[in-house]
Each structure stands twice: as structure tokens, then as C-alpha cells.
């Protein structure tokens, strides 16, 4: 019989790291000045790069520098995006990216999409 008790989110290290890195790379940033923006150590930022958690005060830094909400990095299924895969959410944010023109966000969008289909497991 199953239970109804429901497992405790866990907190994932590596999505807000990726997440870090994507805006890093998208405003053309050094780990340096992530530091200096976000108001979070460079030692922080090291330790997260190694799967370690950050603390309280430094995770609502880090999600308000990204623009996203901590909800993002629980490891529960999010519902933005009306509950849309992925990549259709990854498609849309790029068509929406103001600097990309239509050409090479939709170059961007078939490489993504091809390599996804390429490395995804099959359940």
C-alpha cells in the first residue's frame, strides 16, 4: 500500500549553479563579478561549483541576482509555463531573449533541441 506521506524536497546544488553559470555566461561575467553583484563570496561561489549548499542569506542573494525564485532549485516539478516540458520552455525564453535576433535563437533552439534528444534516458 502506498503512503500518503510526501518526501521532503531536496535541495539542488547543481540547478542553481547551472543557473549561475547560464547568467554568467549571458551578461558576460567573471565568477569575480558575480560575487561583487550578487553581494556572495567568492568562497561561497567556489563551494557551491562543489555541490555544496549555501546558506540561507546567500541563496536569496543568489536567486535575486538570477531573477528567480528558490522554489526553482527545491526539486519539486514546477508549474511555470502552464506546466510545459522543458523545451518548450527553454524554446520560448529564447525567442523571448532581446539579445538574440530570430536566426540565432532558432539556431540555439535546434541545437538544444538536438542534443536533448540525444542524451535524454529513456524511462
Do not use: C
Not at 95 to 118: F, G
Amino acid at each position: 500500500m502506498k503512503s500518503n506521506k510526501k518526501e521532503p524536497a531536496q535541495f539542488d546544488v547543481d540547478a542553481l549553479h547551472a543557473a549561475l553559470d547560464g547568467e554568467r555566461i549571458a551578461r558576460g561575467l567573471n565568477w569575480k563579478d558575480v560575487s561583487a553583484e550578487s553581494g556572495v563570496s567568492a568562497s561561497t561561489l567556489t563551494r557551491l561549483s562543489q555541490g555544496k549548499r549555501p546558506d540561507v542569506d546567500s541563496l536569496t542573494a543568489l536567486t535575486h541576482w538570477l531573477g528567480l525564485s528558490a522554489d526553482r532549485f527545491m526539486g519539486v516539478p514546477q508549474k511555470g509555463f502552464g506546466g510545459a516540458s522543458p523545451l518548450a520552455q527553454i524554446s520560448s525564453i529564447l525567442r523571448d531573449d532581446p539579445n538574440l535576433n530570430k536566426a540565432a535563437a532558432t539556431a540555439l533552439d535546434q541545437l538544444i533541441k538536438a542534443t536533448y534528444a540525444r542524451l535524454r534516458t529513456s524511462r
